[in-house]
């Protein structure tokens, strides 16, 4: 049974940090590229980052780019998202995803 269970998320004041955790089982994470993806309110699910099976290749978005670190654990079989300076703009549900299958996701908001 493939689970993906995503963690981490929160209220948090504009500039502050936080870092997203997604634990998988059940399909072969160890050589899945992984990627997380967001959805603000009343828009479309977007693309936000991806890492290869070793973590030495990884993809940002524009908006993310410099603020943002997608990493991974393979040996715990964990995705992390490490998310800085978070701004107004990056209040979404947050998911990962591997191989194929989403997690249920995980609420930022970044608000003053």
């Known amino acids: 049974q493939v689970q993906l269970v995503e963690s981490g998320g929160g209220l948090v004041q504009p500039g502050g940090t936080l870092r997203l955790s997604c634990a998988a089982s059940?399909?072969?994470?160890?050589?899945?590229?992984m990627k997380w993806f967001r959805q603000a309110p009343g828009k479309e699910r977007e693309f936000v980052a991806d890492i290869n099976w070793t973590g030495a290749s990884t993809n940002y978005a524009d908006s993310v780019k410099g603020r943002f670190t997608i990493s991974r654990e393979n040996a715990k079989k964990t995705l992390y998202l490490q998310m800085d300076n978070l701004k107004p703009e990056d209040t979404a549900v947050y998911y990962c995803n591997g191989n194929g299958h989403w997690g249920q996701g995980t609420q930022v908001t970044v608000s003053s």
């Open positions: 059940g399909f072969p994470f160890n050589t899945s590229i």
